[in-house]
């Protein structure tokens, strides 16, 4: 969380969230700007977001992931695309942590340490 502003929520930035779901794929999360006094805000645009879990032998894993359209309909065609996109990005990030935690370990008589050496 941003210490910009003390914690404090910003009245003109406020969205109302509509969940769609086809309880198959995952959800739709649109989200629609308001004003201060919680009426819709013409003056913003309305953004979706997709979710979906992509199971690996580690259990679960949320992909959470913008799409694109005007409406729920477009945004439900283009959640595919936008899902598949997220599981290669989630793919890339798992290969890349495996890598680094596999560089870190260190076997008894390997480098720096005098662990291996007789005198």
């Known amino acids: 969380m941003s210490d910009d502003n003390n914690g404090a929520m910003d009245p003109n930035a406020l969205f109302r969230e509509e969940n769609y779901t086809d309880q198959k794929m995952g959800a739709i999360r649109k989200m629609i700007p308001v004003t201060a006094d919680g009426s819709d805000d013409p003056d913003r645009s309305i953004s979706y977001f997709g979710s979906a879990q992509v199971m690996t032998p580690m259990g679960a894993i949320p992909l959470n992931f ?29 290969e890349k942590a495996r890598r680094e935690q596999a560089s870190q370990i260190v076997l008894p008589g390997q480098g720096g340490g005098q662990g291996g050496l007789i005198r």
């Not at 005007?70 to 959640?79: H, K, L």
């Open 66 to 94: 913008a799409l694109d359209g005007e409406t729920i309909g477009q945004a439900a065609e283009d959640f595919a695309a936008k899902a598949q996109i997220a599981i290669e990005e989630a793919g890339r990030e798992m």
